[in-house]
């Protein structure tokens, strides 16, 4: 996979990921409302976008973490993990509406993917649900200076696991 970020690149701006489908278990929203908008989530997810980065972990890895809006106002993204010049690890993202609320999507592949739904978690934070998935069951970005602490949590074998990222914006210094 050696050199494949210049390409996922090109990919991100021509391609979406699959819409995956929202817990069945939400509330559907009968309002007919958009979600991004009728949350206060518009200023986090304006903010969200761009092309974040962070520091070189002790292994020679970076995580990047890519957003847009598409021209149907849907939120897509990228996360990889860089080791030097080869790709590592890749997921394809998106923040959209459906009836059950606003859903973030990951998939790591054609079979592999996951819908969180969106909490409510307070004026500064996105929060998404998912407690029936393995891991993470928790997405949550605050934003951090110039930049995001996003952390994906879960229980794992009956014990809690979390990861932690601490976004900066590509070019920004540490």
């Given at each position: 996979m050696r050199h494949l970020f210049p390409l996922l690149l090109l990919a991100f701006s021509c391609d979406a990921p699959n819409e995956a489908t929202p817990d069945p278990k939400a509330a559907?929203?009968?309002?007919?409302?958009?979600?991004?908008?009728?949350?206060g989530t518009e200023h986090l997810l304006a903010r969200l976008q761009g092309?974040?980065?962070?520091?070189?972990?002790?292994?020679?890895?970076?995580?990047?973490e890519l957003w847009r809006t598409?021209?149907?106002?849907?939120?897509?993204?990228?996360?990889c993990v860089l080791a030097g010049t080869d790709t590592v690890f890749i997921e394809h993202l998106a923040i959209h509406d459906t009836d059950s609320g606003l859903v973030y999507d990951v998939d790591i592949?054609?079979?592999?993917?996951?819908?969180?739904?969106?909490?409510?978690?307070?004026?500064?934070?996105?929060?998404?649900l998912n407690p029936a998935h393995d891991f993470p069951q928790r997405v949550l970005y605050v934003p951090e200076g110039d930049g995001w602490h996003a952390l994906v949590d879960?229980?794992?074998?009956?014990?809690?696991?979390?990861?932690?990222?601490?976004l900066r914006p590509l070019n920004a210094t540490p």
């Open positions: 559907p929203d009968t309002t007919g409302q958009n979600h991004m908008s009728t949350l092309h974040w980065t962070t520091p070189t972990d002790s292994d020679g890895t970076v995580f990047h598409d021209p149907n106002g849907r939120m897509t993204g990228i996360g592949s054609e079979t592999d993917g996951a819908a969180f739904l969106l909490s409510p978690s307070g004026p500064d934070s996105l929060l998404f879960g229980v794992v074998n009956g014990k809690v696991r979390e990861e932690h990222f601490h």
